[in-house]
């Protein structure tokens, strides 16, 4: 029996994962904008308290996806919480009258996709959906950037003085590790750099893993639909060969440390020069470190609110949607970091620039 036939009267699911500000919310609303008919359900698994990507993609107005169908999972990593959230919510939408053609997950860009891929293997969930496809958005400019590139020469230098910086850092294993569960990696953003820069980044997200999945340039997360839907591939059969490095620490009996980040909301008042507001918050990103930055921000006299999104130094603001008749205005902003970061340092700051 072919795989096509084994996986037929199954509901396909894609999975969307990739570090901090690859894209992949922005590819997902484009693909629900130009989604050729299919009613496609979403879950989202957002880091932090603020579900910033759920409101964005439910303000985008696509007829393939209604609010109804945009389910938002905000307890914790996805990859930490597969049996009491994921797996529960799986049942319910399976459950519905009106069943979705496609479902499409939204990983935290901080979750291993591998334990999500294994919960389809779940007997309640094996027998009615499959895994269609992983596909893994990679930040081509932060990559450019030498972002998860070694740096041998630091390395080498510093190593004689200390002895436990011969090992990847926790980012560099996250980055892998998505890169290994892929069946597709789509090199987003590389509008951002030249020729050889495109070149350069392919060849060091390949030297990263073993397997050779299709991989693909794109620009601000355009993606045909019929690219990212419809591999076939049937992911829960394949991802125990595709294992993470928590996967094989935890074989070999060491311990792992899930706590690597950290998120929190900042709550501001209105933003009344949001030009000058964003160019100050890249001084404020750079000095603390921080990751990734998102959230809406109330600018008075503009009827919109207005969407904030940095990845480094790389800010993205636009307005997004109506603020909703009786909907609290505010500048609501989740900020996510490294765990030692000084969380009342990075609010104190964000505070001053209002």
């Known amino acids: 029996m072919t795989r096509a036939k084994a996986q037929q009267g199954k509901i396909p699911a894609t999975v969307i994962t990739g570090f901090l500000g690859a894209g992949k919310t922005t590819m997902i609303r484009n693909l629900l904008q130009n989604a050729d008919g299919k009613r496609i359900a979403l879950i989202i698994n957002e880091f932090g308290d603020l579900g910033v990507d759920g409101d964005v993609l439910k303000g985008c107005g696509a007829e393939a996806c209604s609010e109804e169908d945009i389910i938002e999972l905000t307890n914790g990593c996805i990859c930490c919480t597969?049996?009491?959230?994921?797996?529960?919510?799986?049942?319910?939408?399976?459950e519905r009258e009106n069943r979705p053609d496609h479902i499409v997950i939204e990983t935290s860009g901080?979750?291993?996709?591998?334990?999500?891929?294994?919960?389809?293997?779940?007997?309640?969930?094996?027998?009615?959906?499959?895994?269609?496809?992983?596909?893994?958005?990679v930040d081509s400019a932060a990559v450019a950037a030498g972002r998860f590139a070694d740096d041998h020469d630091k390395v080498d230098a510093l190593r004689a003085n200390d002895d436990n910086l011969d090992h990847e850092s926790p980012l560099e294993e996250l980055f892998e590790d998505q890169l290994t569960a892929a069946d597709l990696i789509v090199l987003n953003k590389t509008d951002l750099i030249d020729v050889d820069g495109v070149k350069a980044v392919r060849e060091e997200v390949a030297?990263?893993?073993?397997?050779?999945?299709?991989?693909?340039?794109?620009?601000?997360?355009?993606?045909?639909?019929?690219?990212?839907?419809?591999?076939?591939?049937?992911?829960?059969?394949?991802?125990?060969?595709?294992?993470?490095?928590?996967?094989?620490?935890?074989?070999?009996?060491?311990?792992?440390?899930?706590?690597?980040?950290?998120?929190?909301?900042?709550?501001?008042?209105?933003?009344?020069?949001?030009?000058?507001?964003?160019?100050?918050?890249?001084?404020?990103?750079?000095?603390?470190?921080?990751?990734?930055l998102k959230g809406f921000a109330d600018v008075p006299g503009k009827p919109m609110r207005l969407l904030i999104q940095a990845v480094g130094s790389r800010i993205?603001?636009?307005?997004?949607?109506?603020?909703?008749?009786?909907?609290?205005?505010?500048?609501?902003?989740?900020?996510?970091?490294?765990?030692?970061m000084d969380e009342a340092a990075v609010r104190a700051a964000i505070a001053a620039l209002v």
């Open 316 to 340: 993205d603001q636009y307005y997004d949607r109506t603020w909703a008749p009786g909907e609290t205005r505010g500048t609501r902003l989740v900020v996510i970091g490294l765990h030692d």
């Open 207 to 292: 030297s990263r893993i073993r397997r050779r999945p299709a991989m693909i340039e794109a620009r601000n997360g355009e993606v045909a639909a019929a690219i990212l839907l419809g591999l076939g591939v049937g992911t829960e059969d394949e991802i125990a060969n595709r294992k993470s490095h928590h996967e094989m620490e935890h074989e070999a009996g060491e311990e792992h440390d899930h706590d690597e980040f950290e998120s929190f909301v900042v709550e501001v008042g209105a933003i009344t020069d949001p030009a000058g507001f964003v160019e100050r918050l890249k001084s404020v990103i750079a000095e603390h470190d921080i990751l990734r």
């Open 110 to 137: 901080l979750a291993l996709p591998q334990p999500l891929v294994a919960a389809f293997n779940w007997p309640d969930i094996r027998s009615e959906v499959t895994v269609d496809g992983v596909v893994t958005v």
């Open 82 to 94: 597969v049996a009491d959230d994921f797996i529960p919510t799986m049942t319910k939408l399976l």
